[in-house]
């Protein structure tokens, strides 16, 4: 059974994720950077995001909104990115958690702009295939 104090913790870290990160930082700078654009906010399924407020937040702040829970297999974060830290830090076995934790943050350091750039572009075409498979199974060359 969760504390009080595990509770209290939770609704801050909730608090903190809405007034700090996407009302301090995400939303000035999407608006900055699309600004008159139409532009999708997408977020992974992490519990924090999936939190009620957080989702009731997202859906009145941002002019379109994906939650992770809508679309995790066509999410970039889980078809490319996970893909590239599997390959370069799962190549051979890890001693401990704390290695693998440590050697996927420096991977993910080494992500390139340009191989974000490639995973973004790639997205629409990913979108369409899928849409012609009806959501089902499809492959990409």
């Known amino acids: 059974m969760a504390s009080q104090r595990d509770s209290i913790a939770c609704c801050n870290s909730l ?8 009302q301090r930082v995400v939303k000035p700078w999407a608006e900055s950077h699309f600004g008159r ?16 407020e957080v ?9 379109g909104f994906i939650s992770g829970q809508e679309c995790p297999p066509y999410s970039p974060m889980n078809y490319s990115v996970w893909s590239i830290l599997e390959s370069r830090d799962c190549a051979k076995p890890h001693k401990s ?34 849409i012609k498979a009806k959501g089902g199974h499809f ?3």
């Open 97 to 130: 958690l704390e290695s693998l934790r440590h050697s996927l943050t420096r991977e993910w350091d080494l992500i390139t702009l340009k191989e974000v750039r490639a995973i973004c572009e790639n997205f629409s075409s990913r979108l369409r295939l899928c």
């Open 15 to 22: 608090l903190w994720l809405v007034n700090v990160i996407l």
């Open 139 to 141: 492959e990409t060359s």
């Open 55 to 63: 989702q009731d937040w997202c859906k009145a702040n941002f002019p």
């Open 37 to 52: 654009r139409v532009w999708i906010f997408q977020q992974d399924s992490a519990p924090a995001h999936k939190a009620k």
